[in-house]
């Protein structure tokens, strides 16, 4: 839907609906392409697309084409279409797996039910793994950030994809302390109070 002709209150008409919904952030930094261009004269490659959201319905019983379109007409948006991947289709939201287009935040996508997270936090490539990595390492340079705590609280609030990698890491990091590699600090009985104090203080890493 474009921000130009949505109603106003497009959340509440979403909600009233009594379906499960995702919105994508407000879509403001895209451009029509070659492709655009070649089905839609109008569409001038170069040039920028109005201001818009992508959005997905999950439905509970079988609808036709009718029964949805009768609900984005409300929203004055275009003619929808299935989504033969709905993981792809929320992806899309962010532009996760097109680099090339301008990219969107996790946080900014609306979550009305749809459950978000079991679509969009799939197994990450070695390559995306490294760029978040290497998007965190500058972070905690710019930032002068020393503890793995203080970086794993900032991904919780801010940003997903690096929580998401992040939770991984601190567990093995709990399970390496448990297994005793500081034994002068931790108790052979897995004492995870002290270890998640120890885990407070910063772990330095060569």
């Known amino acids: ?10 959340l509440d008409v979403l909600q ?22 070649k089905e839609n004269p109008m569409h ?28 984005t007409d409300i929203l004055n948006s275009p003619r929808p279409r299935i989504a033969n991947s709905p ?10 797996n097109t680099p090339e287009k301008a990219q969107y935040e996790v946080k900014d996508i609306i979550d009305g039910g749809l459950g978000v997270d079991d679509y969009y936090l799939t197994a990450l490539t070695r390559s995306q793994k490294k760029k978040i990595v290497t998007e965190m390492i500058t ?3 710019q930032n002068k950030i020393d503890r793995l705590s ?25 399970e390496w302390l448990a297994n005793g590699y500081y034994q ?14 120890i885990l407070a203080e910063g772990v330095d890493y060569e």
């Not at 379906?19 to 392409?33: G, M, Q, R, T, V």
């Not at 997905?56 to 949805?68: A, H, I, M, P, Y």
């Not at 993981?87 to 996760?96: G, N």
């Open 1 to 10: 839907m474009y921000e130009d002709s949505a109603p106003k209150n497009y």
């Open 44 to 71: 001038k490659a170069g040039t920028p697309k109005k201001k818009h959201r992508h959005g997905v319905f999950k439905f509970d019983s079988l609808k036709n084409l009718e029964q949805v379109k009768a609900i």
């Open 139 to 141: 972070f905690m340079r």
């Open 150 to 174: 203080t970086l794993i609280e900032y991904a919780q609030d801010n940003k997903p994809e690096w929580f998401d990698l992040l939770q991984d890491h601190y567990l093995k990091t709990l």
């Open 87 to 96: 993981t792809a289709a929320i992806q899309y939201f962010t532009h996760k």
């Open 184 to 197: 002068e600090k931790v108790s052979k009985k897995n004492d995870f109070q002290k270890i998640k104090s």
């Open 16 to 37: 009233s609906q009594q379906i499960a919904f995702a919105l994508s952030p407000w879509h403001d930094k895209d451009f029509w392409n070659e492709i655009d261009e």
